[in-house]
């Protein structure tokens, strides 16, 4: 047929080299009115050729480390050994610099309008290992490819070619498909195209294959059979999806029920097959309790199996008929996804909590979470980003989202967002507008703005703000009642919306707990004052059912009881739970905790307000009665938390806390601190890891000494006024941090600076460079003492910002602990303070894997004394970088240290227990 895009691919694939020869022919139609010199083409393949890749380099921004440390022959490439056109004649081709996955042709005649071009191909491919993006060679030489054959770029009067960056989202045109594979015997093929033939050499065989209209490009080569095939009335599926313990007549009846649910709401697939696969699944699973293990897995397996293939068939057969830009236009796909998957849990497991049958045992079942619906976790998940002020608009391109909004939140806002929606437009129209739209553009390039016009053409009520104040816009939707007056017949009150925006909201009215009324109010601007009838309401409440994605709830009702009745009851509770806007919520949490040596285990309880969403105001006291010291511990800290909109400055903090706990052997500290903090991001790219704070802090320090006649202490008590900005480019290739400190107090004023880099080079070696520099502006402290002075080693820190566990120790192993701060010496020398001035560098670089040479030079400048140089060197263990070390002094301005017999004494410890900070591993990789 003439007037169809065509792509023939002959290729011969070597298993054991994880390899394959590819003879290509592409045949593709200019469908605009321009005339075209050049043309391009994806190669996604040689997306892995090097360490400088745009996906080499999204790896590095997630602080995945698999990717830069794999040996050369792990990662993939494509080798071009001839691209001619239909006469024969060699095109001239050059990889484009910053997308070296992207080859652009220049065609010796210009394609002219309505014209096709037609190119010969003839190159080899290097498959990745499967370890980088799931795709391609697996360890024991089978084959999971995707992307893996060079196709056309999409041209519609401007150019759209991607780099791959492990979004999943390559555009093409689509294609009549001939596929000629020759493989071994002993391997299995699957593929979503349509078998036409096979022959069987003496150790290969031969398939072919055919598929009209196609945009995928998955390719399955296996030793064993590992997917089935289930037949059904409307389409065939090829699944490899674990299924441990179902069934095989529970999946046909699962993978029938699917396909029906499908078919009747977003029309008839085009194919005969749907491949739906273990690693599809992986790249976009049910986040949550579903994904514990299996024996503590709170839902059936045949239920989990069904949601399991159910969201990856409905996104496998979006990506297969819905011809929009997956890289800028990815929202329709992803709300029509997720909007059915809602749909199908309603229609099917109304009373399927999040909980699962967790909800019903015994203790858990009094907690909030045990009474939330199965589907209110995309709301959930949405507002987790919301809330942190991390959420970001679904018009901006899919590679700037960050990771948790382009896999989760920003599906899930988009799902919700259509619920939303529909409720408002009534009557199911977006339900029957999405079935048009899909029928009418199923393998037509297409866009949301289709949609949208189809949309409007299909209601009458104004649609505008879900497009522009909910899709294109991170607007948060927040409104109250406020103003309440009552008369025996009508009640007049004020509804305000809190948010610049233009989204509408619904009223209900009840009575006790039953709903009276729901209705629609829009045009609220600022607030809008409206009087309905009282009609034996008792309470009016905005959102009710929780169908609008609203950033607080706690605000939204109002009783018409009494003044008394407007106040939330007291809620307490064990642990954390989630908010329930109907309380005020108290949460208690047993502490067993060991901090440090002088308290020893400590025992006691949290008592906070802060759930599983983050809150503005946060509040926690932590009384802790402390073992060893045989006193009671702990603190309290309150916190609020501002946060700013499209400005680079996002967040202030304004905290106070205070705190009580030993120092050293019958000694103690109270520290009490006001605080506010200012943080800044590029607001242009959430995905920066460049960021930046400055904080503003008074500290009021007291200190108890009881039975400890070891320790003299002669300025018990002192203030401290102190500013710090910090500037950092956590980055995992290239590392920068730097630091400025100014501290006033009574007796003393100082001044520091510290930078900090790393640099990750291309062959596996880190180079890692500090400095330090700090200066008294004026020093009245006690001469004889080192309290307040620069530390080399081990700073003594007077402002107990540092975790500790025995700080007070001058010799055992709790004395070896290292902080680096300050002149972050690992050998402990002769002159170890500083009360006029210091000046450090600090070195240390890869020797083999994570075993690292150091480096200390400084200068040590005390009153009355000439500068004194010193120095230190070593070996460093490097386990967990920046959480566990080890270093072993060799070298210092002492001499040889391993001649000492006190070695084992010189051997410094870096480590950190804080759940809080290795939590922080996580989230980088995900925020």
Not at 310 to 320: A, E, F, P
Not at 844 to 869: C, H, M, Q
């Amino acid at each position: 047929m003439l007037g169809q895009n065509k792509i023939n691919i002959d290729a011969q694939f070597d298993m054991q080299k994880k390899s394959a020869k590819v003879a290509q022919t592409l045949r593709y139609k200019n469908n605009t009115n321009d005339t075209l010199t050049k043309i391009y083409l994806n190669d996604w393949g040689n997306s892995y050729s090097t360490k400088h890749t745009p996906l080499a380099k999204r790896f590095a921004e997630e602080y995945s480390t698999k990717f830069h440390f794999a040996k050369n022959d792990m990662r993939g490439f494509t080798n071009i050994t001839s691209l001619k056109d239909s006469s024969g004649q060699e095109l001239n081709h050059t990889r484009l610099k910053p997308h070296p996955d992207v080859i652009e042709v220049e065609l010796p005649i210009p394609l002219l309008p309505n014209e096709y071009y037609h190119i010969e191909l003839f190159y080899n491919l290097q498959f990745p290992d499967d370890t980088f993006t799931d795709y391609g060679a697996t360890s024991n030489n089978e084959l999971n490819l995707k992307y893996w054959y060079i196709t056309p770029a999409i041209y519609d009067g401007e150019w759209h070619y991607y780099s791959n960056k492990n979004l999943n989202d390559l555009y093409v045109p689509k294609a009549d498909i001939s596929l000629k594979a020759e493989f071994p015997k002993n391997y299995g093929i699957y593929s979503e195209l349509a078998i036409q033939d096979l022959t069987q050499g003496d150790s290969t065989q031969t398939f072919y294959f055919y598929g009209k209209d196609r945009v995928d490009s998955k390719l399955y080569l296996n030793r064993f059979p590992k997917f089935n095939f289930v037949q059904t009335d409307n389409f065939t599926v090829i699944t490899n999806l674990e299924n441990e313990g179902i069934l095989p007549t529970d999946r046909a009846i699962i993978t029938d029920r699917i396909t029906q649910f499908v078919t009747k709401n977003l029309g008839k697939y085009p194919h005969d097959y749907l491949l739906v696969t273990e690693i599809e699944y992986g790249k976009d699973p049910l986040y949550g309790l579903n994904q514990l293990p299996k024996f503590l897995n709170p839902f059936p397996r045949n239920l989990q199996y069904e949601l399991k293939l159910l969201k990856t068939t409905l996104n496998n057969y979006l990506d297969n008929t819905l011809l929009l830009d997956p890289r800028k236009d990815y929202w329709l796909k992803d709300a029509i996804q997720i909007y059915f998957l809602m749909k199908y849990v309603e229609d099917n497991y109304p009373d399927l909590k999040l909980l699962g049958t967790l909800a019903n045992i015994w203790g858990l079942r009094s907690f909030h979470a045990a009474d939330v619906d199965f589907n209110e976790q995309y709301n959930l998940y949405f507002m987790q980003m919301a809330r942190s002020n991390r959420d970001q608009p679904l018009t901006l391109p899919k590679d700037q989202l960050l990771k948790f909004n382009a896999n989760i939140a920003g599906k899930y806002k988009a799902g919700i967002g259509l619920k939303y929606l529909n409720d408002f437009v009534n009557s199911n129209i977006v339900e029957n507008t999405i079935f048009e739209y899909l029928e009418t553009f199923r393998l037509k390039a297409t866009t949301s703005a289709d949609f949208e016009n189809l949309l409007k053409k299909n209601t009458d009520k104004n649609v505008d703000w879900f497009f522009t104040d909910y899709i294109d816009s991170r607007k948060k939707i927040d409104f109250r009642i406020k103003d309440i007056v009552k008369t025996e017949d009508s009640v007049t009150f004020t509804i305000k919306n809190k948010r610049k925006n233009n989204v509408p909201v619904s009223l209900f009215t009840l009575k006790n707990d039953s709903v009276l009324s729901k209705t629609w109010i829009e045009q609220i601007h600022g607030s809008k004052t409206l009087t309905i009838p009282r009609d034996d309401a008792t309470k009016l409440v905005l959102n009710y059912d929780n169908i609008i994605p609203e950033y607080n709830l706690r605000d939204n009702w109002k009783s018409l009881k009494g003044w008394f009745f407007n106040n939330k009851p007291l809620q307490f509770r064990l642990f954390k739970d989630i908010e329930d806007p109907n309380y005020n919520q108290v949460f208690f949490m047993p502490l067993v905790e060991y901090n440090n040596i002088y308290d020893g285990f400590t025992l006691g309880a949290k008592v906070y307000n802060k759930t599983l969403l983050m809150k503005n105001f946060t509040y926690q006291f932590t009384p802790k009665y402390a073992f060893n010291s045989k006193t009671i511990t702990g603190g309290a800290l309150g916190v609020y938390t501002q946060h700013v909109e499209d400005r680079n400055l996002f967040r202030i903090n304004y905290g106070l806390g205070v705190s009580y706990s030993a120092f050293a052997k019958d000694a103690f500290v109270t520290k009490l601190s006001p605080s506010v903090s200012f943080y800044f991001r590029d607001n242009n790219s959430f995905r920066s890891n460049k960021s930046s704070y400055i904080n503003f802090r008074y500290l009021d320090i007291s200190r108890t000494i009881k039975d400890n006649p070891l320790l003299v202490v002669n300025d018990p008590d002192y203030s401290v006024f102190n500013v710090r900005y910090v500037n950092a480019h956590t980055a995992l290739i290239d590392f920068s941090k730097f630091y400025y400190d100014f501290q006033i107090a009574k007796k003393f004023g100082k001044i520091a600076v510290n930078y900090e880099w790393r640099k990750l080079t291309e062959r596996n070696r880190q180079f890692n460079f500090r400095f330090f520099a700090g200066a008294f502006l004026f020093n009245k402290t006690d001469e004889n003492s080192d309290y307040f002075s620069f530390a080399l080693d081990r700073p003594t820190d007077y402002l107990f910002d540092y975790n500790y566990l025995g700080r007070s120790e001058a010799s055992g192993i709790f004395s070896q602990q290292i902080i680096i701060a300050e002149g972050g010496f690992k050998s402990k020398l002769e002159t170890p303070f500083a009360n006029q001035w210091m000046t450090t560098a600090n070195m240390s670089t890869t020797i083999w894997r994570f075993i690292e040479a150091y480096g200390d030079v400084g200068l040590v400048k005390n009153k009355s004394v000439n500068p004194k140089f010193v120095y230190d060197s070593g070996i460093k263990l490097d386990l967990v970088t920046d959480y566990f070390e080890l270093y072993f002094p060799i070298y210092s301005s002492l001499g040889w240290e391993v001649d000492e017999p006190n070695y084992s004494q010189r051997i410094r410890i870096k480590f950190t227990v804080d759940p809080e900070v290795l939590l922080g591993l996580f989230r980088r990789k995900w925020y």
